[in-house]
């Protein structure tokens, strides 16, 4: 049992020691999962790269299906965002350890509604335009977990994922 023991928290400790925290310059990774919203659960994939110590630059394609009552109908509905992002990551300034990753900054992005022939209601499709706080805790060096909160985009509540260093 000691053994056991022994042997776990090795790897936990090995994989704590060779986590890394935000990508290095030319570094890129990629986010997979799911959002919050009022309108269906969407689904992200998501691409990052490394620009400087400690911005990175961002691309996200999201997709969203769910059904509507408008005027006594019902309707299936489905968005498609496309979006870009710019993250300061805080690790240098606020001196967190490898593990961590705390980002916060501005999206920018266009959504199409697929609107049926015969719906009235109010939705279109158009620019995006919010911001994003961010955390992720790197399971290894390569392998993390993320969880963000947002505004003014198409996960207005927050999205959780794993992230993928390339």
């Given amino acids: 049992m000691k053994k056991l023991i022994l042997v776990v928290a090795f790897a936990l400790v090995s994989a704590v020691g060779f986590s890394q925290n935000p990508l290095s310059v030319g570094q890129n990774q990629l986010n997979v999962g799911v959002g919050l919203s009022d309108r269906g659960v969407p689904v992200y994939i998501g691409f990052d790269h490394g620009i400087s110590r400690d911005l990175t630059l961002g691309a996200e394609f999201s997709y969203r299906s769910y059904n509507e009552k408008w005027n006594n109908n019902n309707y299936d509905r489905n968005i498609m965002g496309f979006s870009g992002n710019l993250n300061y990551h805080f690790n240098n300034a606020l001196n967190m350890s490898n593990e961590w990753d705390f980002y916060v900054g501005p ?60």
């Fill in 107 to 166: 999206n920018l992005g266009f959504y199409v509604w697929n609107d049926p022939d015969n719906y009235d209601g109010n939705h279109n499709s158009g620019l995006g335009v919010g911001a994003q706080l961010g955390f992720r805790y790197y399971l290894s060096k390569s392998v993390g977990l993320n969880l963000e909160f947002g505004g003014g985009n198409a996960f207005s509540g927050g999205k959780f994922g794993l992230t993928f260093k390339l």
